[in-house]
């Protein structure tokens, strides 16, 4: 089994800063890419930023400098920075991982459990 445990969500005013991270665990497992999804009320879920195991990213267009996503391997973890928040921001982000693991070998996508971010004055 694996776990994708992420923190570091909360309510912060327009112009502030929050970062995410995202630990996954359990079964031994290799990571092809980890990332960071996003649900507004109302909307469709979409990509935010994602990490490939190459370290290559790929960002949303409406957060393209402002967030950045990073990882630490040893750890495991993905980090997603974000600066600039503005309240479309809005949403419950989850953390995304497609890992590599069993016999034979094969990739599995999992989630996380959503950690809500709440841009507003």
């Known amino acids: 089994q694996v776990q994708l445990v992420e923190s570091g969500g909360g309510l912060v005013q327009p112009g502030g800063s929050l970062r995410l991270s995202c630990a996954a665990s359990?079964?031994?497992?290799?990571?092809?890419?980890m990332g960071w999804y996003r649900q507004a009320p109302g909307k469709q879920r979409e990509l935010v930023a994602a990490?490939?195991?190459?370290?290559?990213?790929d960002y949303a267009d409406s957060v393209k400098g402002r967030f950045t996503i990073s990882r630490d391997n040893a750890k495991n973890t993905v980090y997603l920075q974000m600066n600039s928040l503005i309240p479309e921001d809005t949403a419950v982000y989850y953390c995304?991982?497609?890992?590599?693991?069993?016999?034979?070998?094969?990739?599995?996508?999992?989630w996380g459990q959503g950690t809500q971010v709440t841009v507003s004055s």
């Open positions: 359990g079964s031994k497992f290799s990571i092809n890419a």
């Open positions: 990490i490939l195991s190459g370290g290559n990213t």
């Open positions: 995304n991982a497609i890992l590599r693991l069993g016999v034979p070998e094969r990739a599995y996508r999992y």
